[in-house]
């Protein structure tokens, strides 16, 4: 079994042997959305690499073995998720939209 969600992105054709798989889904309130754009920042803060998300909310990253943050943005919300990857395996996760803070 490779480890993707049912109803996941697939990832047949995929060596998953030689990098790690970092996809998932972005949700508000449950719902796909498809609005939003997900960054991958390495361990340090750094900025690695931006997709947007499909209409079904989805999105993948090929990654090295390590700690990753998800930075989710779409309108109105933004969200922050640590991930860890490891080469050979498909990191699955799904990400709920909230609120982003306001500016005092």
Do not use: N
């Not at 754009?37 to 931006?50: I, S």
């Not at 860890?84 to 996760?93: D, H, L, N, P, Y």
């Amino acid at each position: 079994m490779c480890g993707a969600t049912q109803g996941g992105l697939s990832v047949a054709g995929i060596d998953v042997t030689k990098e790690a798989v970092i996809q998932g889904r972005v949700l508000r309130s449950g719902q796909p959305a498809g609005s939003a754009y997900v960054r991958l920042l390495d361990a340090t803060g750094e900025f690695t690499a931006e997709v947007p998300t499909s209409a079904t909310g989805h999105f993948r990253f090929f990654a090295g073995d390590g700690e990753w943050t998800l930075r989710t943005l779409a309108p109105g919300a933004s969200v922050d998720r640590v991930v860890k990857a490891t080469r050979g395996s498909v990191t699955e996760i799904d990400i709920e939209l909230e609120a982003a803070a306001k500016a005092v």
